[in-house]
């Protein structure tokens, strides 16, 4: 079972490339583009260092893989969440996803991975980069231990953005501009080029539960530089199980509410 | 004259009644124009606390009342449309407002403008409530306020035309969202929405003397705050009018070439 999946993955994989590989001029647009978002966060950071040594306890080496993690983060969501989620807004909208319901496979499967913006690896890429000269920076070595705590922070993170994601695109059974909420993400989530505990607590508390970003930014950010306790961890591991879960359950309760505009 | 009135009384009107029906998206553009200017007043406000209460002889209350006018100015001053172009060229949709007998920049006036009231009565109070939370500190004399209506009609003409214009380029690019994407760097870091220009390193205040981007954004509020001196007002006052002398031609030459490039497709 699990097999087809990886299969069908891959097929997926395969096709967006291929669609892609037809616009290679995009690919240079793409490097221009991470670089330039990049350039971005770096000027930030120089201009907001010059003029102090610590923001809020957090050193500039620390910040500079905060903004690593958030650039390789954003890429990831830039990558397949966000298309994916965009598209199937768009088919409940026009009443296109008949055709995705009617195959015989899992549909919040097909929903979830079939819409790649394969360029879009250029920010993780980048990301990643900048996370090695961080930890660089940093001097500390890296134990097995940390980055084991690091991928675990960084994939939780990831599904509870895919869920929350999930669960806003399935609101659009009911609701007719939910797009715009998607807007919201994409301001929100900027906030997550700072750690969160500068943000006043109304912030920092929408910021953590309301929208996910701190999950998906600040922790794994923590984790790498060593500041994340196990406690912490362990409760946004089962959050992410938490939010995979009901994010299943609300897709299908919305499924039953899905009439078909087209049909 | 009265032709034109009348026709800005009806695309007023038309878009009033669309942006009612969408009210709960409008509210949604205004919390994500809220954020930014919020995380940014809270960064530089941590640093300032972190160093005396102070960065360069900015205090914890000015960031705020900077950063409370900065939102109210971006709302007032910001414009969409050239989000739009892209499609507005690609999809065809131009040549219905072509045909049209009026230039189609009055359309997307008038529909700015009306947006701009309307959510002002939104903004206002989400401003006042900002005001509750951050406790900005400001001197506004009648002089400043006056100074700061002036060169706030100046803002919004120069970067409704300078976005127009940037809009138009898609006229002759694909890669729009490259373009826009250099256009937002420049803007945030050069039209003082990420801080008080003052406290950038000495080339970023010389480039933004000579690009338009402050005299777009930060000028208005800092002569709403007094912190412009006698010199520095003249100067802002007469480079904002030469941008927007320039930005009108500018506007003009890329409409008229951009238009023999469009060739309608879709239409």
């Keep these: 079972m699990s097999m087809r999946y990886i299969a069908l993955l891959r097929r997926f994989l395969q096709l967006n490339i291929l669609r892609e590989l037809a616009y290679r001029g995009n690919f240079y647009t793409q490097i221009f583009q991470s670089l330039l978002s990049l350039s971005f966060g770096l000027l930030g950071l120089a201009v907001i260092f010059d003029h102090t040594g610590t923001l809020n306890e957090w050193h500039p080496a620390q910040i500079l893989a905060l903004l690593g993690v958030y650039q390789l983060v954003g890429g990831v969501i830039n990558l397949v969440i966000q298309p994916c989620m965009q598209q199937l807004m768009r088919e409940v909208h026009q009443g296109t996803l008949d055709f995705t319901l009617l195959k015989p496979e899992d549909a919040q499967f097909l929903v979830s991975i079939r819409q790649m913006q394969i360029w879009k690896l250029c920010d993780i890429v980048l990301g990643l980069v900048v996370v090695g000269i961080a930890l660089a920076h940093l001097g500390a070595t890296v134990g097995a231990?940390?980055?084991?705590?690091?991928?675990?922070?960084?994939?939780?993170g990831g599904a509870i953005v895919y869920s929350f994601w999930l669960m806003l695109a399935t609101c659009s059974f009911w609701l007719v501009r939910v797009e715009n909420i998607l807007v919201i993400f994409q301001d929100l989530y900027q906030a997550g080029r700072w750690p969160v505990s500068i943000y006043p607590s109304w912030l920092r508390w929408t910021l953590t539960f309301l929208v996910p970003v701190t999950v998906a930014t600040t922790i794994p950010a923590q984790a790498l530089i060593g500041q994340l306790a196990w406690p912490t961890l362990l409760g946004v591991a089962l959050f992410a199980l938490l939010t995979l879960v009901l994010s299943r359950w609300f897709w299908l309760f919305g499924l039953r509410h899905y009439t078909g505009a087209s049909a | 004259m009265r032709a034109l009135l009348a026709v800005y009384r009806a695309q007023l009107k038309t878009s009033f009644l669309m942006y009612l029906q969408y009210r709960a998206s409008s509210v949604l553009w205004l919390l994500g124009m809220i954020l930014e200017p919020v995380i940014y007043l809270v960064v530089w406000s941590t640093i300032a606390?972190?160093?005396?209460?102070?960065?360069?002889?900015?205090?914890?209350?000015?960031?705020?009342?900077?950063?409370?006018?900065?939102?109210?100015?971006?709302?007032?001053?910001?414009?969409?449309?050239?989000?739009?172009?892209?499609?507005?060229?690609?999809?065809?949709?131009?040549?219905?407002?072509l045909l049209?007998?009026?230039?189609?920049?009055?359309?997307?006036?008038?529909?700015?403008?009306?947006?701009?009231?309307?959510?002002?009565?939104?903004?206002?109070?989400?401003?006042?409530?900002?005001?509750?939370?951050f406790h900005p500190t400001a001197h506004v004399t009648w002089l400043s306020l006056l100074l700061f209506f002036s060169s706030l009609v100046l803002a919004i003409a120069i970067r409704f035309l300078v976005e127009w214009s940037l809009g138009l380029t898609a006229f002759w690019t694909t890669q729009m969202s490259a373009v826009l994407q250099v256009y937002y760097v420049a803007l945030f870091f050069l039209s003082g929405q990420m801080g008080p220009l003052a406290l950038f390193p000495v080339p970023v205040e010389i480039l933004a003397l000579v690009l338009p981007f402050q005299w777009m954004l930060a000028f208005p509020v800092q002569l709403l705050l007094g912190q412009v001196d006698q010199r520095a007002i003249v100067l802002?006052?007469?480079?904002?009018?030469?941008?927007l002398c320039l930005s009108l031609a500018l506007m003009t030459v890329l409409w008229r070439h951009g238009l023999r490039r469009y060739s309608g497709t879709g239409a």
């Design chain 2, 236 to 243: 802002g006052l007469v480079a904002q009018a030469i941008w």
């Design chain 2, 49 to 97: 606390r972190a160093n005396g209460w102070a960065v360069d002889g900015y205090g914890v209350g000015d960031f705020a009342s900077y950063f409370l006018v900065l939102l109210l100015v971006n709302h007032l001053t910001d414009n969409w449309v050239y989000y739009e172009f892209e499609e507005r060229v690609r999809q065809g949709l131009l040549s219905p407002l």
């Design chain 1, 145 to 156: 231990g940390q980055m084991l705590t690091f991928l675990v922070a960084l994939v939780a």
């Design chain 2, 100 to 133: 049209r007998p009026i230039h189609p920049i009055n359309a997307d006036v008038a529909q700015n403008l009306t947006y701009k009231w309307m959510m002002l009565v939104v903004m206002l109070p989400t401003a006042g409530v900002l005001a509750l939370v």
